[in-house]
Nanobody
């Protein structure tokens, strides 16, 4: 059974930083690209970032490019997302995900965890 368990969310001020972690189990972690997606209240699921299985490729949504960094520790089956220069519009539930598909603005994730809440507010 695929399990993805996120942690590290919380409350931050605009301009602040946060680091999210996701521990994966139930599959061969090193074989899969992994992603972060997020969902704000009342909004659709949004793709944030993906890192390749070989770790040498990473891609980001324009809204987070230059502020967020995705990384992975294959020895410990863990995915990370470093969030810097946080903005109020980054407030959302953040999910670690596998098998993410994007069709235009529609994002689906075949596997995702329970999520960790990130709130950016004064």
């Amino acid at each position: 059974e695929v399990q993805l368990m996120e942690s590290g969310g919380g409350l931050a001020q605009p301009g602040g930083s946060m680091r999210l972690s996701c521990v994966a189990s139930g599959f061969t972690f090193t074989r899969y690209p992994m992603s972060w997606v997020r969902q704000a209240p009342g909004k659709a699921l949004e793709w944030v970032s993906t890192i390749g299985a070989s770790r040498n490729t990473a891609s980001y949504a324009e809204s987070v490019k230059g502020r967020f960094i995705i990384s992975r520790d294959d020895a410990n089956n863990t995915l990370f997302l470093q969030l810097d220069s946080l903005k109020t519009e980054d407030t959302a539930m953040y999910y670690c995900a596998r098998d993410v598909k994007k069709r235009g603005t529609v994002v689906t994730a075949r596997q995702r965890g329970q999520g960790t809440q990130v709130t950016v507010s004064l």
